[in-house]
């Protein structure tokens, strides 16, 4: 790679678009619900005990459904999971990551067609299908 001065233009524009990501009301509402979660007691405790009720159903997995127990675990990790995912702090934090998501892919999928329409996007999200790629990102 030859480092010349349209190079160095090229990184002065992209610190540029990082710096218009990180003053968008997207990223700002990002940080002040990442902010509320980390500060939520419940949350925490929430996710505490799902991370508990996580161990205990792994630890029975590796013997398969047939182990004793099993169904218990796997019944207590959904009820923790589904606790912690209506829990309204996780759920604004989730909410507002994908949308910060949805704007970096768009970002990314922008330049990408710009530069050429052969280059191809994998998203963040993999249940979401790009039209560019036509669910062949990767191959």
Do not use: W
């Amino acid at each position: 790679m030859i480092y010349n001065d349209a190079l160095f233009k090229l990184e002065d524009l992209s610190h540029d678009l990082i710096a218009a990501v990180l003053k968008s009301p997207v990223y700002q509402t990002y940080l002040a619900t990442q902010q509320a979660l980390r500060n939520s007691q419940v949350a925490q405790q929430l996710k505490n005990d799902f991370l508990t009720q996580q161990a205990a159903f792994e630890k029975l997995a590796a013997y398969g459904k047939y182990a004793p127990g099993y169904k218990k675990a796997q019944q207590a990790l959904f009820k923790a999971k589904r606790s912690l995912d209506l829990q309204p702090e996780v759920a604004a934090f989730k909410m507002a990551e994908t949308e910060l998501q949805q704007v970096l892919d768009a970002i990314t999928q922008t330049l990408a067609e710009t530069v050429s329409p052969e280059i191809k996007v994998a998203y963040g999200n993999p249940f979401e299908k790009s039209q560019h790629c036509k669910g062949n990102c990767h191959g």
